[in-house]
């Protein structure tokens, strides 16, 4: 692969989409190729696995496992058909999540094992990483007062607090033994959080 595959991942209310529009933006001043994509979604077939996996549903109740499956769908999907192409046409890819959410959702939140995850995969990604991934770390507590206030929630959203502190813990301790992730306090200013993630980008590029 010729480009370079940036993520940005965190709890709900961390403000990854905001950052990315101001990584989009620094990206476009520096003349630099790039495509931006999301988690579940960015293709037709990946947007209606998200619907499911995000939409809350009064008839039925997605299973544990079936979300784990879906999740994973929908990122082969994804990442066989946009990322990879782009990255091999020396684009930068900039993904609103990516595997690190299952790790910290799946596995710390829902409380899957780990052994099931990485068969999973194994089979939809191999050996496929990202070159960096933003972690924007954020109080739970901090995080969902934001993702409140923002009206409608979603499936997880609508999780308590107790699972988005699992969640957390398991995104730090992924941090501390994957050397591709940073860490970012996501509580401090945006133009702080923006710096902070320009300077990692700068270092990669």
């Not at 308590?160 to 813990?169: D, G, H, T």
């Given at each position: 692969?010729?480009?370079?595959?940036?993520?940005?991942?965190?709890?709900?209310?961390?403000?990854?989409?905001?950052?990315?529009?101001?990584?989009?933006?620094?990206?476009?001043?520096?003349?630099?190729?790039?495509?931006?994509?999301?988690?579940?979604?960015?293709?037709?077939?990946?947007?209606?696995?998200?619907?499911?996996?995000?939409?809350?549903?009064?008839e039925e109740k997605l299973c544990d496992k079936s979300e784990?499956?879906?999740?994973?769908?929908?990122?082969?999907?994804?990442?066989?058909?946009?990322?990879?192409?782009?990255?091999?046409?020396?684009?930068?890819?900039?993904?609103?999540?990516?595997?690190?959410?299952?790790?910290?959702?799946?596995?710390?939140?829902?409380?899957?094992?780990?052994?099931?995850?990485?068969?999973?995969?194994?089979?939809?990604?191999?050996?496929?990483?990202?070159?960096?991934?933003?972690?924007?770390?954020?109080?739970?507590?901090?995080?969902?007062?934001?993702?409140?206030?923002?009206?409608?929630?979603?499936?997880?959203?609508?999780?308590?607090?107790?699972f988005f502190e699992r969640v957390r813990k398991a995104y730090?301790?992924?941090?501390?033994?994957?050397?591709?992730?940073?860490?970012?306090?996501?509580?401090?200013n945006v133009d702080e959080v923006r710096l902070a993630a320009?300077?990692?980008?700068?270092?990669?590029?």
């Amino acid at each position: 692969m010729s480009g370079l595959f940036i993520t940005f991942e965190g709890t709900e209310g961390a403000g990854k989409s905001t950052l990315i529009k101001e990584i989009e933006r620094w990206l476009r001043e520096k003349e630099i190729d790039f495509v931006s994509v999301r988690e579940p979604g960015g293709t037709v077939l990946a947007e209606k696995m998200r619907a499911i996996l995000k939409t809350p549903s009064p008839e039925e109740k997605l299973c544990d496992k079936s979300e784990l499956l879906l999740m994973y769908a929908a990122r082969a999907q994804l990442v066989e058909t946009l990322i990879k192409p782009a990255l091999a046409q020396g684009k930068c890819v900039i993904c609103d999540r990516h595997d690190l959410s299952t790790v910290a959702y799946q596995g710390g939140g829902r409380g899957l094992p780990m052994d099931e995850i990485d068969a999973v995969r194994n089979v939809a990604l191999g050996k496929f990483r990202p070159d960096l991934t933003l972690l924007l770390d954020i109080d739970p507590k901090l995080g969902m007062q934001r993702a409140r206030s923002r009206g409608v929630l979603d499936r997880f959203e609508l999780e308590q607090l107790s699972f988005f502190e699992r969640v957390r813990k398991a995104y730090l301790d992924a941090a501390k033994r994957l050397p591709y992730i940073k860490v970012i306090d996501a509580s401090k200013n945006v133009d702080e959080v923006r710096l902070a993630a320009i300077s990692a980008l700068e270092d990669l590029l």
